[in-house]
């Protein structure tokens, strides 16, 4: 990754803690101290985030489930937390059918809402909220682990009753599994907390949805999907272009790296992580330079290592660049920065978008 090792020549390189003592490590809590929102201040769960995304506004007597098209065996192994990654036109026709047979179709106070690929909304009654359910990346090749808590057997019910109908369709998906719940967040407006005109690209619905929460502008690329095939050369261009028409800052959401560890494909990973040096950060650095000086912060939202299959909540490795300012440099990997005192993440912000 050679354009990476110069920018981390010239730059920052540290750790930084994006995932809060105490908190999930997923990519919702991730994203929100990257954005510079504290998630132990402003987290509520990850499906509100998602379900903004949809453009769906809860009221406070709702609570939003992730809902995910998932596989899991008949020996109770989660054997595909993506459901073997239908398309959005097929997962789309499954969560209209269960709308229609479990949701509001069939008179119920539940609903379902479809969105990319296996990942979907279920909006509930708010006394659902009371569940402690298992994110299904957590539990890959192992026994399910049930919902627990009093309301527990509504959830859990809505799963079960989910089989037969996903399971009609011949799709890997054969149930949908619920977590990941809360309350609509109230996040501040991002300009409000910066100064800066904001903008986004990525293909995950949570991405979006912070942005939604926060009032950045969403950037639609249409070969970003999210998947090891996702259009980089689109983001980076989208980008160059937004800032060239105004914008003080960009955020480039890449999902294939986090893809390649849930799958434990190595050699995934290594491509994804190839094509940021190569495909991304090759062409930007030259078209930032074209536009006068700037600054760039290159982090992940959380580790998710090949060997383990899913996310965790160790320190990630950061870079920060100041194209005016010659700093410490350093390498930019796991063992180059094992040694560095993690900042907290969402301090991270404040120090991109200052204004000395
Ligand atoms: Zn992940």
């Not at 890449?254 to 790296?257: F, G, K, L, P």
């Given at each position: 990754m050679p354009n990476l090792a110069r920018l981390a020549a010239r730059g920052e390189v540290g750790r930084a803690g994006v995932i809060p003592p105490g908190m999930p490590p997923g990519s919702d809590v991730g994203n929100m101290s990257i954005l510079g929102y504290?998630?132990?201040?402003f987290h509520t769960g990850r499906a509100p985030i998602e379900a903004a995304a949809l453009g769906l506004r809860l009221r406070p007597?709702?609570?939003?489930?992730?809902?995910?098209?998932?596989?899991?065996?008949?020996?109770g192994t989660m054997l595909d937390f993506a459901g073997g990654h239908p398309s959005t036109e097929q997962a789309t026709e499954v969560i209209e059918a269960l709308d229609a047979q479990l949701g509001r179709g069939a008179g119920s106070d539940v609903a379902f809402h479809a969105g990319v690929q296996y990942r979907h909304i279920l909006v509930t009654p708010a006394e659902w909220a009371d569940a402690d359910c298992a994110p299904p990346h957590d539990l890959s090749d192992k026994p399910v682990v049930w919902p627990t808590g009093p309301a527990a057997a509504k959830v859990?019910?809505?799963?079960?009753?989910?089989?037969?109908?996903?399971g009609g369709f011949g799709l890997q998906a054969n149930q949908v599994w619920l977590w990941g719940q809360g309350f609509q967040p109230q996040m501040p407006r991002f300009f409000d907390?910066?100064?800066?005109?904001?903008?986004?690209?990525?293909?995950?619905?949570?991405?979006?949805?912070?942005?939604?929460?926060?009032?950045?502008?969403?950037?639609?690329?249409?070969?970003?999907?999210?998947?090891?095939?996702?259009?980089?050369?689109g983001k980076r261009?989208?980008?160059l272009a937004t800032l060239e028409a105004g914008a003080d800052l960009f955020l480039i959401h890449?999902?294939?790296?986090d893809e390649a560890g849930h799958a434990g494909n190595l050699e995934e990973k290594v491509k994804a992580l190839e094509a940021w040096d190569r495909r991304i950060l090759a062409d930007l650095v030259p078209g930032l330079d074209a536009m006068g000086p700037w600054r760039m912060?290159?982090?992940?939202?959380?580790?998710t290592p090949v060997e383990l299959k899913t996310h965790t909540t160790d320190s990630v490795p950061y870079l920060l660049v100041d194209s005016a300012t010659e700093g410490a440099g350093g390498i930019y990997t796991e063992p180059a920065t094992e040694a560095c005192e993690a900042v907290p993440g969402h301090e991270l912000m404040a120090r991109l978008v200052a204004t000395t």
């Open positions: 504290d998630p132990a201040r007597d709702q609570v939003a489930y992730r809902c995910n098209l998932s596989t899991v065996g008949d020996d859990q019910a809505v799963m079960d009753a989910s089989r037969e109908i996903v907390r910066t100064g800066c005109e904001a903008a986004l690209v990525t293909a995950v619905d949570l991405i979006r949805g912070l942005g939604v929460l926060t009032d950045i502008a969403r950037v639609e690329v249409p070969g970003a999907t999210g998947w090891f095939d996702t259009d980089y050369e261009d989208a980008a890449v999902e294939a790296t912060l290159l982090l992940p939202d959380h580790p």
